[in-house]
């Protein structure tokens, strides 16, 4: 509670001392949507595997909020696709062929009211992994042996691995007694340091959904990695229980292309994803840090000074299309 008292106390002197330059935090800025056009805003997360499937939005000028109805999505524009330099196709799911690995896809979107907006992409190649071995150690922590195949594609691609699902059964003598969910996949492997991943106490982490990532350059050869999968204890105690089994672990094993990668940190920043992973459980956090609570008590009193741009690979508008491929890797005891 003190020091809690004395973070704040030595927050707002800070505050006072830097509004002290008023320039800092006050102009006067003209916001006048005269000459401010909307542009096109293209949505196209594609598969290996699936059809090409096209969204578009249109921006909005600072303080013109679209309404609940619509949410800026068009339905009267022009959108063609085209797959490895043939023929342009109407976006439509039902006609394009599914896309393969390594296919260029390419897609012009034209509306009377918002000037044209190109995009395109080299889809990556799959990428495939497999369980080299799996065990429950006493701390209950999963580890995890998984060797991921060479990957053959574009240069630039980035690997991921993630978890969609599993958990562990916990038992007092040989009765279950609870199902516990697990909620990280965390790892020390020096190859995740090669891109940008969250990290907490040593450990390169990630939650459920969410990619761990690794270069594609890194898989010329078979790759071992080794990996551990945590639950969310929380005020339980794992001295409670005698023993735990798995019950299922469900892992993907993803290539994207690099401007999906980009997306993907422009979109951890946008929402301070980064911050929010805390390290296995039994690990303790780091002595506090003074000077850093500080800063993030400023942080919380004067808001974000400045948005996050998000990550875009469209010409003439806004937005993203990305491209990545996905194979299961199941975990059964």
């Not at 992409?121 to 999963?142: E, L």
């Not at 060797?147 to 038992?171: H, K, T």
Request: charged share 20%; glycine share 6%.
């Amino acid at each position: 509670m003190k020091r809690s008292v004395l973070h704040i106390t030595i927050a707002l002197l800070l505050s006072l001392v830097i509004t002290g330059c008023e320039d800092i935090f006050i102009r006067e800025l003209d916001f006048k949507s005269d000459g401010e056009p909307e542009m096109l805003v293209l949505s196209a997360n594609n598969r290996v595997g699936l059809r090409p499937n096209v969204l578009l939005y249109h921006s909005f000028y600072f303080g013109h909020a679209h309404s609940q109805a619509d949410k800026g999505i068009i339905k009267d524009a022009e959108v063609t696709v085209r797959i490895n330099s043939t023929e342009w196709h109407l976006n439509d799911s039902t006609q394009l062929p599914r896309l393969q690995a390594l296919d260029t896809v390419e897609v012009i979107a034209t509306h009377p009211d918002y000037p044209t907006v190109t995009a395109h992409q080299v889809m990556p190649n799959k990428a495939s992994a497999h369980v080299v071995s799996w065990t429950i150690r006493p701390n209950y922590w999963m580890d995890i042996v998984l060797e991921i195949d060479p990957y053959v594609g574009n240069q630039d691609d980035v690997v991921g691995v993630l978890f969609n699902s599993g958990s562990l059964n916990l038992y007092k003598g040989e009765k279950k007694v609870k199902n516990f969910q697990f909620s990280g996949l965390y790892s020390t492997d020096v190859v995740f340091a090669e891109v940008l991943n969250m990290s907490a106490e040593g450990y390169y982490c990630t939650k459920i959904n969410e990619p761990l990532f690794l270069p594609s350059s890194a898989l010329q050869q078979p790759l071992q990695i080794h990996l551990i999968a945590d639950c969310p204890w929380g005020m339980d105690n794992k001295n409670n229980y005698t023993k735990a089994t798995l019950s299922s672990l469900n892992l993907e094993i993803c290539a994207y292309t690099y401007d999906t990668y980009l997306y993907w940190q422009s979109k951890r920043l946008a929402t301070d994803m980064q911050y929010y992973m805390g390290p296995p459980s039994g690990i303790g956090n780091a002595k506090e840090n003074v000077l850093e609570d500080i800063l993030e008590d400023l942080r919380n009193m004067l808001g974000e000074q400045e948005p996050v741009r998000m990550h875009t690979n469209v010409q003439g508008g806004l937005g993203y299309l990305n491209g990545y491929s996905s194979t299961a890797v199941s975990i059964k005891p």
